[in-house]
């Protein structure tokens, strides 16, 4: 068991790691999702390319890969645009 001073050391630690997450969020700029896209992968040698294609595509148009599902046959993966909350607008 732990004594007082070693509890108290301990969640002091974990009020400056909360501080110190709570400063980065903070800084980080607002924002909202735009737009959403799912983008099927079929793990197949000679239709995977297509999959690959559009994926490198919508990532070009500004698309974040948010997640990715694995299926019986490959993957879909879900992508998200955003854009900055104006300052009006939070």
């Known amino acids: 068991m732990k004594s007082d001073k070693e509890e108290t050391a301990t ?10 997450e709570i400063s980065k969020l903070k800084r980080k700029p ?3 999702m735009t737009r959403m ?3 099927g992968v079929v ?3 000679e239709k995977y390319k297509a999959g690959e294609a ?3 595509i919508a990532l070009s148009d500004g698309f974040e ?6 299926t019986g046959g490959g993957i ?4 998200g645009k955003w854009e900055k909350v104006s300052e009006g607008r939070k």
């Open 11 to 20: 969640l002091e630690k974990y009020i400056v790691r909360q501080a110190k």
């Open 30 to 32: 607002a924002r909202k």
């Open 37 to 39: 896209k799912f983008v």
């Open 43 to 45: 793990f197949d040698p």
């Open 54 to 56: 559009e994926i490198n």
């Open 65 to 70: 890969v948010i997640r990715d599902f694995e």
């Open 76 to 79: 879909v993966v879900e992508l």
